[in-house]
């Protein structure tokens, strides 16, 4: 496995290779996104990456987030250190996907995505439109919740709001790691690690990151199949027009689809209360 890392990231210019092992260990979240089924009980001894058992008084509520806020960037952020070996099934060709994309990333913004000024521009105004959408969301669901005393809206609400809150906090936390400039900036040439490039970084895509984030945990509160495919598919648009509104590289779309999704699917299975049937 080292020798294939070692293949991927040779033609990497310095700093490349450490992008992608903490980019993996970043996402290494997905090792506690599986956390136990509340229909399917397990001894939490065998789960050390689980979360605690709830009780009937872990209620979800607007009182109690803060303090599920707290616990998930505590989870998120440590969890590198409780990945497993079965984990690399999916975290080797994530981080191998993630190294070809930051590989490619140039000739695709220079010479595959169009530079037509509207064509950007209305890419731009579509993923703004949907992202505000996603945020809507969860705060009609909870609002709806709240005005017919339904259990389930009003927890997809507050847990979709707070799958959001944990992506903004997980993308500002790797923007201010990986540095890297705007496909805009330096002849595009995306470099990481670049204190000029400012707050507001490109990896990953804050667009992203909130899709995804929502959109998992809503599809977990909203099992059916042609909902997941509804949101996902909105998700991906959201990724997808950042890369041709020129604000993002496909790496950074990518990264931040993967932590998003991540994110959400965590939350979900970590705090949700209402049985899905």
């Known amino acids: 496995m080292i020798s294939s890392f070692r293949l991927v990231s040779c033609n990497f210019r310095p700093g490349f290779t450490r992008l992608v092992i903490l980019t993996g260990l970043v996402l290494g979240t997905g090792a506690v996104a599986r956390a ?4 399917e009980p397990v001894p939490a001894a065998a789960l050390p990456d689980a979360p605690a ?25 440590t969890s590198p250190a ?16 993630e190294a070809a994309a930051i590989a490619t990333d140039r000739h695709t913004m220079k010479s595959v995505v169009s530079h037509d000024a509207g064509f950007n521009q209305a890419n731009v105004t579509a993923s703004n439109v949907v992202i505000g959408g996603y945020i809507a969301v969860p705060v009609a669901l909870f609002g709806f919740g709240q005005w017919k005393q339904n259990d389930h809206a009003r927890e997809a609400g507050i847990l979709g709001g707070e799958a959001l809150i944990d992506g903004v906090v997980v993308e500002q936390g790797m923007k201010l790691i990986f540095w890297r400039e705007r496909p805009s900036a330096d002849g595009t040439r995306g470099r990481f690690f670049q204190g000029n490039a400012g707050v507001d970084t490109s990896f990953p895509s804050s667009h992203s990151v909130l899709a995804w984030a929502a959109a998992a945990e809503l599809a977990g509160e909203y099992p059916s199949r042609w909902v997941q495919a509804s949101l996902y598919t909105v998700a991906t648009g959201v990724s997808l ?3 041709m509104g020129q604000q993002h590289f496909p790496g950074d779309v990518l990264a931040g689809s993967a932590a998003g999704w991540l994110v959400g699917h965590y939350v979900f299975r970590a705090h949700h209360r209402h049985r899905v049937r």
């Open 36 to 39: 136990q089924d509340v229909d």
């Open 53 to 77: 058992p709830r009780n009937d008084a872990d209620v979800v509520t607007l009182r109690s987030a803060p303090v599920h806020l707290l616990q998930d960037q505590a989870v998120i952020w």
């Open 82 to 97: 409780r990945i497993r070996t079965h984990d690399l099934i999916w975290l080797v060709p994530l981080a191998g996907a």
């Open 241 to 243: 027009t950042r890369v």
